[in-house]
């Protein structure tokens, strides 16, 4: 629980104040929760996500995804006393486009493989369970079939496929496909892997229905009909100055597909309008608002860039904590009979919180606005003991952040539908994502006025114990382009 607040004292004095202030002159209280009454509506939540998918797959550097970040700069620009700039990163874009497969006839594509090689390539089409590894052996010249990884959820297969892609480009494979057991219809448009790194075969998935046509042996033809050529993205930041210069930061991507991936920005654009209609008075703290680029292209990952930044201003006071929103309001979509089925209930989420003082705020704001199926957790990953942290893993983005050893909240889940966008509007529950960023606000007002070192909690000794030489998480981004094919190397090895 979080500690009781100060009783005042009560009295002769209290009815002498009383009888001093005018109404005109008395200041209200600040709030200590969101007024959900003058916050945006499940409606209006709803409206912005729309106009958000509306501008259809914002592939990081895209027109489309430069087209959202200048609406959502507009949108944040109009606040009273907010600040905005960008912090801006060169890459090399891949604009997707779709794929074709001819194996034995036209067989549907749902969707191109994110950063696959644009191009067309033949070859004999191989099965390869998921157990034997893409060798020059058992791949060079063919097509590969794999089968899409037997996960939980789709977001937990992204580094079978990352690897997959990797291994097929060094063995001189002409293409892969990946098959998934569910429908064309649910799997069109596919988005993952995210690591943003170019691989150097095409690679296209299909549906279950599909993947019948497809017959080992045969004869293959794949083509990924995309483009890459250098771009620059960019981050906007924008900043509501508080009684102190000490921020908060909250923080999510832009760049994303569909309804659930990113909706985290129109929990920030909820946030930033309440929190500038308060009175200065009643922001204790500067809050910095970051719409980030890069997390579908993530050697420009906007939030680990910030994160460096936030790491090397901590110690000097000039940061509170950081708080990062992903994929709110989600609905639990479960395989069934071949294919995704709704349960009914919420998606299963986590609010990762890395000290005592963080995880009781964040207990109390879910509790307050009756947001279930979430648990407040330390980390995703295996604790590593004498590691600074020793749970580097916030499950998403919010990793960055917590690693950096900056203190940090992170909400997030991980749907069937996160990179699934043909499910579009039925993903989401604005009624809880309404709740979710409801509590997200009052977690701020509360950790508004709470001193620093006590938000911080253990982070202090771990920020000790890595300037004395503790091993850290890393911080390494994948690389822009895949390695090379061994046989086209010029040092001949």
């Not at 009560?10 to 929760?33: D, E, N, R, Y």
């Not at 150097?200 to 009909?225: H, K, M, N, Q």
């Not at 648990?375 to 749970?391: E, H, I, K, N, T």
Request: proline share 9%.
């Amino acid at each position: 629980m979080l500690p009781a607040r100060w009783l005042g004292f009560i009295g002769v004095v209290t009815v002498f104040c009383v009888q001093l202030a005018s109404p005109a002159s008395a200041s209200p209280a600040c709030p200590t929760s969101v007024d959900d009454r003058a916050f945006a509506s499940a409606a209006e939540l709803r409206e912005l996500n729309a106009t958000v998918a509306g501008f259809g797959v914002r592939a990081t550097g895209s027109p489309a995804h430069a087209r959202l970040i200048s609406w959502l700069e507009r949108r944040v620009s109009r606040l009273p006393g907010m600040s905005v700039r960008s912090e801006r990163f060169d890459i090399l874009r891949w604009q997707p486009g779709p794929g074709l497969l001819l194996s034995g006839g036209v067989v549907p594509v749902a969707a191109a493989i994110p950063y696959s090689a644009p191009g067309l390539r033949s070859g004999d089409l191989v099965r390869l369970p998921a157990t034997e590894p893409i060798t020059a052996a058992n791949a060079r010249g063919k097509v590969v079939l794999r089968d899409f990884p037997a996960v939980d959820r789709g977001y937990l297969a992204e580094p079978a496929l990352h690897q997959d892609m990797i291994d097929a480009g060094t063995a001189g494979a002409a293409g892969v496909v990946v098959a998934f057991p569910f429908p064309h219809e649910q799997v069109r448009g596919y988005w993952d892997p995210h690591t943003g790194t170019h691989y150097r075969v095409p690679g296209v998935f299909v549906g279950s229905d599909a993947a019948l046509e497809l017959r080992p042996g045969t004869r293959t033809t794949i083509s990924v009909l995309a483009g890459r050529a250098p771009a620059v993205t960019r981050s906007v930041i924008a900043t509501l100055p508080g009684r102190s210069p000490e921020r908060i930061v909250i923080d999510t991507n832009t760049d994303g597909v569909g309804w659930v991936q990113e909706n985290g920005t129109v929990a920030l654009l909820a946030l930033a309008e309440h929190f500038a209609g308060l009175p200065l008075r009643c922001r204790p703290r500067t809050i910095e608002f970051v719409f980030a680029t890069g997390h579908l292209h993530r050697p420009a990952e906007g939030s680990e860039f910030r994160a460096r930044a936030l790491d090397a201003d901590y110690d000097g006071g000039a940061v509170a904590f950081a708080f990062v929103l992903e994929h709110l309001g989600t609905r639990e979509f479960l395989p069934s009979a071949g294919s995704l089925r709704p349960t009914g209930a919420a998606e299963l989420s986590g609010w990762f919180a890395g000290s005592p003082v963080l995880a009781r705020t964040a207990s109390a704001a879910l509790t307050g606005r009756a947001v279930d199926r979430t648990f407040v957790l330390p980390g995703s990953d295996v604790p590593v003991p004498d590691r600074a942290p020793p749970q580097c893993s916030f499950g998403g983005i919010g990793t960055h952040f917590h690693s950096h050893l900056v203190p940090t909240m992170a909400m997030i889940s991980g749907p069937w539908t996160l990179w699934a966008p043909s499910f579009g509007a039925e993903a989401v529950d604005h009624e809880r994502m309404r709740r979710q960023t409801l509590a997200a606000g009052d977690a701020v007002l509360a950790l508004g006025p709470v001193p620093r070192e006590q938000i911080a909690g253990p982070y202090l000794d771990l920020r000790r114990a890595r300037a004395a030489g503790a091993a850290t998480c890393s911080h390494d981004l994948p690389p822009e382009c895949a390695p090379t094919p061994a046989r086209n190397r010029s040092d001949g090895r």
